[in-house]
């Protein structure tokens, strides 16, 4: 596609359930970002791809949280046993490598 | 560590006005600045970056940037507001210097623009 995708657009879940954010990016772009934005705040680094390797994931706030690109392509973030604290937008980004991010429209999501 | 400051949460301008929207960061590298604009229920958009090159900054839709070292600062201005400028702004850092490149962003400023 044109730019980069995210599903769903919106997701409302309860409070314990597991939730896959999928995030689809520009073709070709080499590097994948995930950020989390809260409401008011600008969004917050989660963790990035190059290729299929996760470079850095020192944004994860805690082991509920994952994510993966397998084949270096589409990613997706994984967050288990979700709580309402992890409501927000989630953002996610590509670039060509070290250079401009582009990003997706977001999932927002609302744990009840 | 480095951080953005976005100096003013919302601010109001009219139309034809100057828009100014402040920005400073703190860095013990040269960083690479970037301003993103958000429309609603839109993804965030790049309007302009700053990578060592000149100091001056245009980017799209009549915005541009100043980089200043000495005073930290990466302030974005426009001459003349147009309604359609209204959206939240964003700045941005980044630390190139190895594989790392994630942005570090500012809490964002809500630009207002009467008629």
């Known amino acids: 596609g044109a730019g980069v995708s995210q599903s769903p657009r919106y997701k409302v879940t309860k409070r314990g359930q597991d939730v896959a954010l999928r995030c689809d990016p520009i073709s070709g772009h080499v590097s994948l970002y995930w950020y989390r934005q809260a409401l008011g705040q600008g969004p917050e680094f989660l963790t990035y791809f190059n290729y299929e390797a996760q470079q850095d994931k020192s944004g994860l706030p805690n082991d509920r949280f994952s994510a993966e690109r397998p084949e270096g392509s589409i990613s997706t973030l994984t967050i288990q046993r979700t709580e309402q604290r992890d409501s927000a937008m989630y953002r996610c980004?590509?670039?060509?490598?070290?250079?401009?991010?582009?990003f997706g429209p977001g999932t927002r999501l609302l744990v009840l | 560590a480095q951080s953005v400051t976005q100096l003013g949460s919302h601010v109001s301008v009219s139309e034809g006005a100057l828009v100014l929207l402040r920005c400073n960061y703190s860095?013990?590298?040269?960083?690479?600045l970037f301003w993103y604009v958000q429309y609603p229920n839109q993804g965030l958009q790049l309007l302009l970056k700053?990578?060592?090159?000149?100091?001056l900054v245009k980017g799209i839709n009549g915005f541009e940037a100043e980089f200043k070292k000495s005073e930290t600062s990466f302030h974005l201005t426009k001459p003349s507001a147009h309604m359609s400028d209204a959206a939240e702004y964003f700045c941005?850092?980044?630390?190139?210097?190895?594989?790392?490149?994630?942005?570090?962003f500012g809490k964002g400023t809500k630009l207002s623009v009467k008629p």
């Open positions: 941005a850092v980044s630390f190139y210097g190895g594989s790392q490149g994630n942005l570090i």
């Open positions: 700053y990578t060592s090159a000149a100091t």
């Open positions: 860095s013990s590298v040269p960083p690479y």
């Open positions: 980004a590509s670039s060509p490598g070290m250079g401009t991010q582009y």
